[in-house]
């Protein structure tokens, strides 16, 4: 019987895989083709997409799979949308992103806000995934212009969407 015993940085180094593993925002570089044809835009999708086997495969998947339209379901404090972004930021070293929801009115409200977690401040990429809800100040079937803003205030990202 093979017994491994952990202790020390051993365990740590574990650790830190096994959260890298299930945070499900790490990922691959994407290429600079890909980076470039998505510069500056949110792309909201159901779930994550997979890579294709090249460049113009994965702009294509990407590109298929973006939703203008989030479905949310009911939850205990109200609907819930959860959705998976994928951030293609205008410019990298950003040491705080914050993702913004400001109302489609004229007034451009900002309704909510949520932080996002950074792996790597010089990624071009930022993802992952995301469940907000009315309890944040969302209002079924509004547009929302949704703006993801620097530590500087800088809009780094936007796409829109509206959440049914």
Known sequence: MLRLTLRGPRLVSLFALLVCLASGVARA?????????????VVLTRGAVAEGATDKE?????????V??????P???????TFHYTVFVKKTGNVGLT???????????LAAETALPIVDEQSPV???NLTIGESRGLVRGKAYLLKVVNDKGDVVAKASAIFK
Not at 58 to 66: E, V, Y
Not at 99 to 109: C, H, I, M, N, T
């Open 58 to 66: 994965t702009i294509a998947r990407l590109k298929a799979a973006q």
């Open 29 to 41: 570089a994407l290429s600079d083709a890909v980076v470039a044809a998505f510069k500056g835009k």
């Open 99 to 109: 993702l913004q929801f400001v109302s489609g009115e004229a007034d451009g409200r």
């Open 126 to 128: 930022i993802e992952g």
């Open 75 to 81: 939850g205990d404090d109200g609907r819930l949308w």
């Open 68 to 73: 203008s339209e989030l479905n949310g379901a």
